[in-house]
């Protein structure tokens, strides 16, 4: 993303200055040039095929920014690769398109020349912010004008500077590169400076900003299969340390690659060699000698700053000073607002208390006037009645109370003011705080997104339930009017048993009744049949003995008989 973000400014800038009439648009004819020219410098295949169809020749006319950003992300962003290509050349392309448009010093002064004009430009783009259009706030201005002046051993002009930056247009919306060529086209910056000083110096903050190299120069390094001393030109990024023959770099004899298992150690004095030190990995030990003491710290310094980017996975040292010199900004422009609301305050809280003493004057110029006036009237009536003297007095005493109350209320404002002023104090202290509350805050709202994700989830589930509960809930009150219906239809048959149960009753009491009087008679029978029989037997037993005098006997046809009807149920 941080690629595509630097390639967009300088391709912003080539559109641009295509854009002959300034209407926001350019013609499809020269969007197609563009393409196959970044095509080109981007080392990308070409894709004459999309190029054609997507800007073919129709009714459209021109087409603006927002036109060819689909097109320059889907076949040319996105196809880019790191370390494919050399960015350089892709930044000279869109500078030689855009300068022949826009830069041209005033006065036929050129005090650049195009190369260090193109590495300004370049300086310019890498600090600028990722709004378009592309401009410099006067802060960044600043710190690059430093940077250069330092490289040149020359102090910045300060009034030079402040009169440039201070401009009411520079103040409202930045600089654009177009007026930073220009302010440094006037030569207010190198007075007295030859002009390879000028191209040296711009050429080494060009090399240590855009070309993300830390700290360079020469060095004298011990060898490790000879072991002997050779002065190499070292040249310092984020994760190697690079070493060349010479200052021009075109022979490398080596590198040495940082991380997190690298450290840098100071070594004592050996073999006729001062200020050494080396720098050791996991697999060798790299001893060197730097000039003085001073180049040894600024090594050592920057070595491990090197290793610090690495182990943070940061690519670079001044992308990482640049996002810190903007949190800086905002975090003075909050504390600004803040203070100016402080202020706001304080300001009305000042009015408030200068309007209560406008107030508290007149009541006592009103209360003096009252005293004259009570002063003018008593002499008047000093002959009337001791109870009107009395009412006056009574009079003043409320004067008086109210004089005091006034003065009480005052010292309570100045109270307040002491409170308030303790209060703004106790805001400074609290702003720390809610900084630190406000990471805090971060982190709980990452959680209460992973906690809202949850919820949500859970409020899925809920409605699914609640549906399937309206389902059966429905189904309940079907089941209760068919209940309810076979209720009814069981209390009528109800009903009808209980009607025929009764007639049941009273049928089975009429039976009952019947049946007792049926007892009744047989009761009756039985008893009338023991009579007969027992006279039956009698009568038997009188007719043996005159039968048969010689001895009972029985009959066995009577004896039979009597059985039977002995037989007989009672």
Known sequence: MELRAELLKSIWYAFTSLDVEKSGKVSKSQLKVLSHNLYTALNIPHDPVALEDHFRDDDDGPVSNQGYMPYLNK???????????????VDEFCWTLSAKKNYRPKNGVD???DKDAFHLWCLFNFLSEDDYPLVLVPEEVEYLLKKICRAMSVELSCVDVEDFISQEAVQQSGITVWAFLDFVNTGRLTRGMEKDSVTM??????QEIAGN????????????LRRNWNERWFSLQPSTLHYYVSEDRKECKGCIELGHNCCVEVLPEKEG???MFCVKTLTKTYEMSAPDTKQRQEWTTAIQTAIRLCVEWKKSLHKDLKLRRREQREERERRRTAKEEELQSLRLLQGERESKLAELELLQDAQKQAQTALLQEEQKRKQKHVELQRTLQEQLQQAEEARVSIQAEMALKEVETERQRRRIRELEVMQLRLEEALH???RARQDEEVYCLAQARLLVEEEEKMKALLALQEEQEQYILKTQREKQELR?????KSQALEEAQHQLEKVRASRRRMDQDIAAAQRKLRHASTSVKHWNIQVNRLTHP?????????EAQGSQLCLCPP
Do not use: S
Request: a positive charge; charged letters at 30%; one cysteine or more.
């Open 75 to 89: 076949f040319i962003l996105d196809k880019v690769v790191e370390g494919t290509f050399v960015k350089e050349n």
């Open 111 to 113: 005090v650049l020349p």
């Open 201 to 206: 110096a711009i050429d080494k903050v060009y």
């Open 213 to 224: 190299i830390i700290k360079q120069g020469y060095l004298w390094k011990k060898g490790h």
């Open 273 to 275: 060699k001062r200020c």
């Open 440 to 442: 805090q805050e971060m």
């Open 492 to 496: 009528q048959e109800m009903v009808t």
């Open 550 to 558: 010689n001895g009972p006997r029985e009959d066995p046809l009577l």
